[in-house]
């Protein structure tokens, strides 16, 4: 059975944070990948951060306490993020998200290695010549700096800006970590966000943008897709607009399907199910972090706030108004 966490003074936020990746089973001290994925890391790297997560998971889910302390693995996060020299404010209060990318980061950071990238072959279309760009690119970014966190949490953008007068267009591939969605007023479903977010806009440049083809200073239009989308994916709201927290319900889906927001043929299985979610009460000066989770060894949600722990009906979830989603591809 999964546990509560110790606040420690304005640690609600990350509290909620560490519960949902607590319960995501490629992060489970169970997980062979992850395990070996460990063991083959550079050696020149600081490990204590993982020795702090492997510790924190043997006690949520091997120990008889009702309660874990938190302590350590958020003294170690601090060290680190000091030594990156990473900008975080200790234990104010600050954002769910903003946590949970440092965190993941520097997770990352602790077993990293390099690999080999080779790529083979000749692009023998419009396809294949954006493929081959997207390994490129990821070549770029990771060859040097790989990990389980990589390969299980980082998504891959296609971004295309075309020219309106000749339609000629450029791409560039980019990786993502959590996807920050808009919410406006008349969003009812979190399909709503997701579909602004591929949605083509142009570029507010006052025509400073020349096309490469046709020689014209123009507005370019950009649009978004994803081209790769990982086993995990982190969804989060913006919650605050000028200032102004949006407190309004949007309808989450159990079971997320992605094929709509995906471009790219290779990717088989689309479909992603709800394992944790994050939900703040208060508004932009302050407030409160709890999350909900789903045992996926008992089978049931639960509640998790600090150190209460409690079940909950799939009914009552459906009520809450979270701003973090965490779901996992369904295999």
Known sequence: MSKGFTNLGNTCYMNAALQCLSHIPQLNINC????????KRDSNHNSNLIKEWLNLQKNVWNSNEKVVS???????FIRCCRNENVIFYSFDQNDTTEFLNTFLDLLHTSIKRSVNVTVTGKPKNNYDKLKLQSIEIWKDFFENSYSHIIINFYSQLLSLTSCPECKYYTTNHEPILCITLTLKENYN???????EFIEE???????????DKCNQYVQPH?????????PILILSIKQFRLNKKINKHIDFPQVLNMDNYCININNDNLTYKLVGMCI????LHGGHYY???YD????????????HVNEISIEEIEKETPYCFFYIRDE
Do not use: P
């Open 70 to 76: 938190t302590l350590n693995i958020l003294k170690e």
């Open 32 to 39: 062979e990948d992850f395990i070996e994925d460990i063991q």
């Open 291 to 293: 999350a909900i989770c």
């Open 201 to 211: 806009e142009v570029l507010d440049t006052d025509n400073s943008w020349k096309c």
């Open 296 to 307: 996926y060894r008992d089978k049931v949600w639960r509640v998790h706030n600090d150190t």
């Open 222 to 230: 950009k649009k978004m897709n994803f081209w790769e989308l990982s």
């Open 189 to 195: 479903t979190l399909y709503d966000c997701l579909n």
């Open 280 to 283: 703040h009460t208060g508004d």
